[in-house]
């Protein structure tokens, strides 16, 4: 296990994701995703049900592989196209279903496909002595590596299923919601040992709905909204209302489309402006229409502006077409969002 430094925010990542689209017939999973994370870092992916989070894990894992896009291993573009490829790499899944055998005992879980065989026979002993070492190592807490899984809490299972994902030694353990089912003191058990990880400068994907989960263990959160990033924020300096903005689409209106479209909008709205005041002093030179311009303002205020102003220079006619063009280009960022 590779028991190393935490790396400064700089470094190279370990594993980045670069415009990654995946579909499946008419869904549009994922559209152009992008996803950094470093060693000793702590990212947690974050949005609604159907955001595309499993999705972007199963590109990841080699299950399901994206469409389009690159996957970069320490720098360098690589194929991850079977889950061995991604093992072979160093990236280890921990579903959520953990797939845990309930009447093994915590030893035989651990070493589930890869025993130690010596002449022939299981190496129990060996195992077991193993076992107790990575979970010691961990600090985790269990009764007694002899007894069956069934027989243990959900927060001492999530820790098994973790533990045995860092027997391949990865550098990047991805989690899904490994404290979706768990009670309070449960949850601080696992967010524990993924403070852990972290000190042991693994890279950690969280897949997370809990707020105070992301907040309590994760450097950096990554939203994803309707198979789209929608904003990567540093945990330290971020509120968890502004977290669930992104998540929710509420910073649709606040940040994403003001950023994306301010240019165009302020445009559109000083021509609309000059089309009603002119209109409505009654001047019939320069007074722009705007019938071809997809806003319902626009198109009001394109209509008062006929009526009152009535004949239009002919001159104008170009420039109008221009802002109508921007501003149904401007309209379609917010159609796509809300489709
Ligand atoms: N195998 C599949 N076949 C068809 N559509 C799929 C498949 N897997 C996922 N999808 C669709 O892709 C989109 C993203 O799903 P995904 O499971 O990645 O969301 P999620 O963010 O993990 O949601 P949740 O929080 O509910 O787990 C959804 O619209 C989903 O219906
Ligand atoms: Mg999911």
């Known amino acids: 296990m590779p028991a190393t430094q935490s790396t400064e925010a700089g470094a190279t990542p370990v594993l980045a994701l670069r415009g990654i689209s995946k579909r499946f017939g008419a869904v549009q999973a994922l559209t152009d995703v992008d996803l950094e994370i470093r060693a000793g870092e702590v990212v947690a992916l974050v949005g609604d049900n159907g955001a595309g989070k499993s999705t972007l894990v199963k590109t990841i894992a080699g299950v399901g592989p994206a469409d389009d896009g690159v996957i970069e291993w320490e720098g360098r573009p690589v194929t991850v196209d079977r889950p061995h490829a991604a093992q072979e790499l160093g990236i280890a899944t921990v579903y959520q279903d953990l797939a845990l055998?309930?009447?093994?005992?915590?030893?035989?879980?651990?070493?589930?496909?890869?025993?130690?065989?010596?002449?022939?026979?299981?190496?129990?002993?060996?195992?077991?002595?193993?076992?107790?070492?990575?979970?010691?190592?961990?600090?985790?807490?269990?009764?007694?590596?002899?007894?069956?899984?069934?027989?243990?809490?959900?927060?001492?299972?999530?820790?098994?299923?973790i533990a045995r994902s860092l027997l391949g030694e990865p550098k990047i353990v991805i989690l899904d919601e490994p404290t979706a089912a768990l009670g309070v003191e449960q949850t601080a058990q696992v967010l524990d040992l993924v403070e852990r990880l972290r000190e042991r400068g693994l890279g950690v994907i969280l897949i997370s709905h809990n707020m105070a989960d992301v907040k309590a263990v994760a450097d950096r959160v990554a939203v994803l909204r309707l198979g789209r990033n929608n904003g990567t924020f540093e945990v330290a300096s971020t509120s968890q209302e502004e977290i669930i903005s992104a998540i929710t689409g509420a910073t649709d209106n606040a940040v994403t489309r003001r950023r994306a479209r301010s240019a165009e909008v302020a445009e559109v709205a000083g021509a609309v402006e000059a089309t009603a005041a002119t209109a409505a002093a009654g001047a019939a030179e320069a007074a722009p229409t705007t019938q071809a311009a997809e806003p319902a303002q626009a198109d009001k205020a394109g209509e008062k502006a006929d009526k009152k102003a009535g004949e239009t220079a002919a001159a104008d006619k170009t420039a109008q077409a221009g802002h109508a063009d921007k501003a149904a280009q401007a309209d379609k960022p917010e159609k796509e969002a809300g489709a």
């Open 101 to 161: 055998c309930d009447n093994l005992d915590v030893v035989g879980n651990l070493f589930l496909g890869r025993e130690i065989v010596r002449a022939g026979v299981l190496d129990e002993v060996e195992m077991e002595r193993r076992a107790r070492e990575l979970l010691s190592t961990l600090s985790i807490r269990i009764p007694s590596v002899r007894i069956p899984i069934a027989s243990l809490s959900g927060g001492q299972r999530q820790t098994v299923a």
